[in-house]
């Protein structure tokens, strides 16, 4: 994948898990949004970020957003069992002309 | 409230075709962006085709370039992609999306339909 992920991550409940999502400058570094999305198994992904920190209505203040050069993570705190899920991130690529996803991350509570 | 429903996928053989596509609701069709994204078996996701809306520029990844076509027919809003000389690794469920945002750069999917799911098997 263009954008580079962890395969996974864990933690016990109530903890925190940073996800991060490790781009180039011609996607994160340039100034492309980085957007975020949770999939919970046999279900379609629902946004959870947008343009970096953005949350839809909806989406819990426990989940932040945070971009730095050609990096961007992902943070959920006061973890819950429904929390486990796959989490991508996404951008837009102005080498490939490509909207581009990280190869994801799964999200395991303890 | 925004709905998505993509329908025709199935099982079909390798080099055949497949057209699919996603009844849209719950907002002004014409104004917003829409995209195909895929996920293969048991992988990540994909981004497909993009298609801009009012000024129809079309985009496509790599791997489906002259293969597949997006198109939207604005009287029964619906979103679709034409499949053609579809081969195994194409094999994956297809959802449509909305996108958003100011800037195409900036463009992420905040409505996405429930997917529907394509096999390219002999």
């Known amino acids: 994948s263009v954008l580079t992920q962890p395969p996974s991550v864990s933690a016990a409940p109530g903890q925190r898990v940073t996800i991060s999502c490790t781009g180039s400058?011609?996607?994160?570094?340039?100034?492309?949004?980085v957007h975020w999305y949770r999939q919970l198994p046999g279900t379609p992904p629902k946004l959870l970020i947008f343009d970096n920190n953005h949350r839809p209505s909806g989406i819990p203040d426990r989940f932040s957003g945070s971009k730095s050069g050609t990096s961007a993570s992902l943070t959920i705190t006061g973890l819950l069992a429904d929390d486990e899920a796959d989490y991508y991130c996404?951008?837009?690529?102005?080498?490939?002309?490509?909207?581009?996803f990280g190869g994801g991350t799964k999200v395991t509570v303890l | 409230e925004v709905r998505l429903l993509d329908s025709g996928g199935g099982l079909v053989q390798p080099g055949g075709s497949l057209r699919l596509s996603c009844a849209a609701s719950?907002?002004?069709?014409?104004?917003?962006?829409m995209v195909w994204v895929r996920q293969a078996p048991g992988q990540g996701l994909e981004w497909v085709s993009t298609?801009?809306?009012?000024?129809?520029?079309?985009f496509y990844t790599d791997s489906v370039k002259g293969r597949f076509t997006i198109s939207r027919d604005y009287s029964k809003n619906t979103l679709y992609l034409q499949m053609n000389s579809l081969r195994v690794d194409d094999t994956a469920i297809y959802y449509c999306a909305k996108a958003r945002g100011l800037l195409l750069e900036g463009w992420h999917f905040d409505s996405w339909g429930q997917g529907t799911l394509v096999t390219v098997s002999s």
């Open positions: 298609e801009t809306g009012s000024d129809a520029y079309t």
């Open positions: 996404q951008s837009y690529d102005s080498s490939l002309t490509a909207w581009v």
């Open positions: 719950g907002f002004n069709f014409v104004d917003y962006a």
């Open positions: 400058n011609s996607n994160i570094g340039a100034d492309s949004g």
